[in-house]
């Protein structure tokens, strides 16, 4: 073994981590629609893992730790879920239950209160997989030709999700959004969505039950607009303190943490996460928690991979 991989290892060996999971199927087969999924039999093997190798603990034990600048126990991981879908307060809660692992439940409230999708969830399916145009509008360039083939025409439609995720205001992407799904038909594009399953959110029972059992809530955003620069005041306010007082109304638990849609932010948002009365940021950044880290950029990891990209993960990020 290299010097530098010797240290790479006791890097990754002396520090704590968070795990970023989407959804848990039974079956994941489409790369597309199913990128943020694992089936459930990697994420057993996953949980049996970091049983054996990690201590699995409360998002909050971490928090604590970092607000008083003691270094992390290196065994510890979290284990966070984004977006509140179906799938998590099911078959995820049954297999984290059946292991004794404690985990936090990322919440964009406003999709629980509508039973609406996120946002990218919502336009990837519909674009890809019940939109019969040519043409489909663009939110910049009018109408556009839609491609034939499934892997061109998800090229196409990732362009507008990143222009819509990266650049867009809070207006823009609503408008666009709202736009797409009224003309496809409200009612009719619901039904896709619940015979589809994937993408359906929680109901906030399910939630409060996990919450009940231990399960710690995390906001995620409101509409799950992504905090960038474009983003205007009432968005921003609606995404950090309007999610925050919605999931306590609804579940009477305190919400310690934010959860930053998509990972972006800006220079702002430290500031705003902290007056909103969050205890900590959670970030999509691929780095170790150690005892300098703040709390308000606490990086995560993406699980959602097979158990030999998470092991090589876990070793080399320090």
Not at 113 to 139: C, D, F, K, M, N
Not at 202 to 213: D, F, P
Request: positive net charge.
């Amino acid at each position: 073994m290299s010097a530098r991989v010797r240290t790479l290892a006791r890097r990754a060996s002396s520090a704590a981590y968070v795990l970023a999971y989407h959804a848990v199927q039974h079956r994941v087969s489409d790369p597309v629609l199913d990128r943020y999924a694992l089936d459930i039999s990697t994420f057993r093997q996953h949980l049996r893992f970091l049983k054996k190798r990690r201590k699995p603990i409360r998002l909050s034990e971490l928090i604590d730790a970092l607000s008083d600048r003691r270094a992390p126990d290196p065994r510890w991981c979290v284990l966070t879920f984004d977006d509140a879908l179906q799938s998590q307060t099911t078959i995820a809660a049954e297999e984290l239950a059946g292991a004794g692992f404690p985990w936090a439940l990322a919440i964009p409230a406003g999709s629980i209160e509508s039973r609406q999708p996120v946002w990218t969830y919502a336009l990837r399916l519909l674009l890809l997989e019940h939109w019969q145009g040519p043409t489909i509008p663009h939110p910049t360039s009018g109408d556009v030709v839609m491609p034939t083939g499934r892997s061109e025409r998800a090229q196409a439609i990732d362009a507008i999700v990143r222009w819509l995720r990266d650049t867009a205001s809070g207006e823009q992407r609503a408008r666009y959004v709202d736009g797409l799904r009224a003309t496809f038909g409200a009612a009719r594009f619901d039904d896709c969505v619940a015979a589809d399953g994937r993408f359906m959110p929680a109901q906030w029972s399910a939630i409060r039950a996990l919450a009940a059992g231990g399960v710690e809530l995390l906001a995620h955003g409101f509409d799950h607009y992504p905090l960038n620069a474009n983003l205007e005041p009432q968005f921003r306010h609606r995404e950090t303190v309007d999610s925050k007082a919605l999931i306590e109304q609804r579940t009477g638990v305190n919400v310690a943490g934010f959860v930053l849609p998509n990972g972006i932010s800006d220079a702002k948002v430290r500031s705003e996460i902290q007056q909103a009365g969050y205890a900590a940021c959670l970030t999509s950044q691929a780095m170790a928690v150690t005892g300098e880290t703040d709390r308000f950029s606490i990086g995560r990891l993406d699980a959602d991979c097979p158990l030999e990209i998470l092991r090589l993960q876990l070793f080399w990020r320090g």
